[in-house]
């Protein structure tokens, strides 16, 4: 490592690619923060934003997870219509800096973990909440959150079967052309939400977050004893569906009050559980095998501390990246 306060180590998007971190390595990262979270013992404000462009927004994301030291702030955009320029919807830099000094020490692009980091948490949420014996999964919108969400859930549950719908009707065969069909599992296009939906032990929407959104999934197409994850919030699932899950939770309370006083999640309860308390114990998770349970994960900035530190240290091992002059 470079002297402290003289020098800061860059990490391009290859960079960090190129480190080959595995989904065990992240799922475990994201574990052991929820644990701390839960016992306290870590600080996160709710991400403020700013929207300069229709459904686009900026997230400031500062958080700190003192079990490994790791402080910093991810500087996050998601731009819809970003793809007609042939870029990518998400985009930005996350930055680490030393808990003694306060000096920044490492800024990397944060495409690679935002996608693996939500992926992971919700197949982390699976692990706890959705029936063990899940096989089947949906996944409503197959970018690249999509695509990250089938690898994570894919490492958790023995699946024989995964349906998708995505607006793009060349995105499975896409994927099966990535990959080289090497995947145990029945990967098959459906030509409706609803058909996607209806046979799911596990259901996952992915697609963009729309500031007015026009849900269209509803709760009586869902599998009895599903799990759902809306990682694009409520802009596909109905609020029906919120309010009759058995269990509703959210990966931090403080940030659901937060985006609910924003006007977000009206039809909502107030009293929702903290997938950190259910990852630690503190709170039961699935009690019946019949029970619908729904996890929002707005995400998460100590998602991306918890993971960063790991990505900062590869980096430093293989003597990847960039020193630059601060």
């Known amino acids: 490592m470079e002297k402290l306060g003289e020098k800061i180590l860059y990490l391009s ?16 990262c994201l574990e052991m923060m929820f644990v701390e979270k ?5 600080e996160m404000p709710p ?5 300069t462009n229709g459904d686009a927004f900026l997230h400031a994301m500062p958080a700190y997870v003192p079990k490994i030291k790791s402080a910093g702030m991810k500087w996050v955009g998601g731009y819809p ?4 320029k042939n870029l990518p919807y998400i985009s930005g830099l996350l930055v680490l800096n030393d808990t003694e000094t306060g000096m920044p020490y490492v800024v990397m692009d944060c495409a690679w973990i935002t996608a693996i980091r939500t992926a992971a948490a919700t197949a982390l949420a699976a692990k706890y909440l959705a029936r063990p014996e899940s096989e089947t ?3 409503l919108g ?6 990250y969400n089938l690898e994570t859930i894919s490492e958790i549950f023995k699946l024989i079967r995964v349906e998708v719908f995505d607006v793009l009707e060349t995105a499975v065969e896409s994927y099966r052309t990535d990959k080289g069909g090497r995947f145990d599992f029945d990967l098959q296009m459906v030509s409706s939400p609803k058909e996607a939906v209806k046979d799911a032990d596990i259901v996952v929407t992915a697609g963009p977050f729309l500031m007015n959104p026009s849900p269209i999934i509803e709760f009586d197409w869902i599998k009895t004893g599903a799990f759902v994850c809306p990682l694009d919030l409520d802009s596909y699932v109905r609020p029906e569906v919120f309010l009759k899950s058995d269990i509703l939770c959210t990966d931090d309370t403080g940030q659901f009050a937060y985006f609910k ?14 997938l950190g308390d259910i990852i630690s114990g503190r709170m039961p998770g699935r009690k019946h095998a019949d029970d619908v349970i729904t996890s929002i994960n707005i995400g998460i900035a100590l998602e991306d501390m918890a993971v960063a530190p790991l990505i900062y240290q590869k980096a430093l091992a293989s003597k990847t990246g960039v020193w630059l002059d601060l």
């Open 38 to 42: 839960s016992a306290g013992r870590v």
């Open 13 to 28: 998007r290859r960079d960090v690619e190129s480190l080959n971190i595995s989904i065990p390595e992240v799922i475990s």
């Open 142 to 147: 197959f970018g690249i959150q999509g695509r």
């Open 47 to 51: 991400k403020p934003a700013i929207h």
């Open 137 to 139: 999964l949906a996944i």
């Open 261 to 274: 006083e924003s006007g977000l999640f009206q039809s909502c309860p107030d009293d929702i559980a903290d």
């Open 81 to 84: 219509e970003n793809f007609k």
